[in-house]
């Protein structure tokens, strides 16, 4: 059974500063998500990485899949405080058929 | 519809009683999904369609759990003799097809459940 592991789950740290999120998981696969949820809302797409070595970057945020390590990594930049949400990893198994989440990692940027 | 569209919002029902939760897909999207979120939890799967079949049911919970999808696009959950333990935010995602390298799910804004 795929599982799939975020650290830390709670995060909150002060505006400007950076710091990375981890999402490890526990079988093979290539194809690794980033979700972004705001409270009481759905999940918005943020990354899509689909081979070993991909790096996507939008705004302040870059994530990065390893999958030798069976490791992604969501990098913050110069945090601001529009980027409180919860952000959530998901992995594909190598069927393809359904998406595996991680508990989710609940980020506070303080002014 | 631009987006994956799901019925109702919110869904208040007492114990026992039997519940249908409807989701509308992106058009063109052939695989379509059942999420289950509660608070502070990440989604759990509970169901896949790829067209009209259930190509994977196995994060059902238990028999009073059902889902459709019979003509391949709108899906409906059904949940018979609610419990308690099944409140929470079901969520319909779908995305192109259920093969490899297909892309990220997109989401609906979820059906919040509470049984009394």
């Known amino acids: 059974e795929l599982k799939v592991e975020q650290n830390p789950l709670f995060l909150s740290m002060q505006e400007g500063k950076n710091y990375t999120i981890y999402c490890n998981y526990s079988?093979?696969?290539?194809?690794l998500y980033w979700y972004r949820q705001d409270p009481g809302k759905s999940l918005e797409s943020l990354f899509v990485?689909?081979?070993?070595?991909a790096v996507k970057q939008e705004g302040r945020l870059m994530a990065s899949l390893d999958t030798k390590a069976r490791l992604s990594t969501l990098h913050i930049t110069a945090a601001v405080h529009d980027l409180s949400a919860t952000y959530f990893c998901?992995?594909?198994?190598?069927?393809?058929?359904?998406?595996?989440f991680g508990e989710g990692t609940q980020l506070t940027v303080n002014p | 519809g631009a987006g994956v569209s799901q019925t109702p919002s919110n869904k208040v029902t007492e114990k026992g009683k039997y519940v249908e939760l409807r989701c509308d897909p992106i058009?063109?999207?052939?695989?379509l999904y059942w999420y289950r979120q509660s608070l502070g939890q990440g989604p759990e799967f509970l169901i896949y369609?790829?067209?009209?079949?259930?190509?994977?049911d196995s994060g059902l919970p238990n028999d009073r759990f059902f889902a459709v999808r019979p003509e391949g696009s709108v899906s409906t959950l059904k949940i018979q003799r609610t419990e308690r333990g099944d409140s929470a935010v079901y969520l319909c995602?779908?995305?192109?097809?259920?093969?490899?390298?297909?892309?990220?799910?997109?989401f609906g804004e979820g059906s919040r459940l509470t049984v009394l």
């Open positions: 990485l689909l081979s070993n070595g």
């Open positions: 079988t093979t696969s290539d194809r």
């Open positions: 998901a992995v594909d198994a190598t069927s393809g058929s359904r998406l595996t």
């Open positions: 369609f790829q067209g009209t079949g259930a190509a994977d």
């Open positions: 995602a779908s995305r192109i097809s259920g093969g490899p390298n297909t892309g990220e799910l997109f």
């Open positions: 058009s063109g999207h052939t695989a």
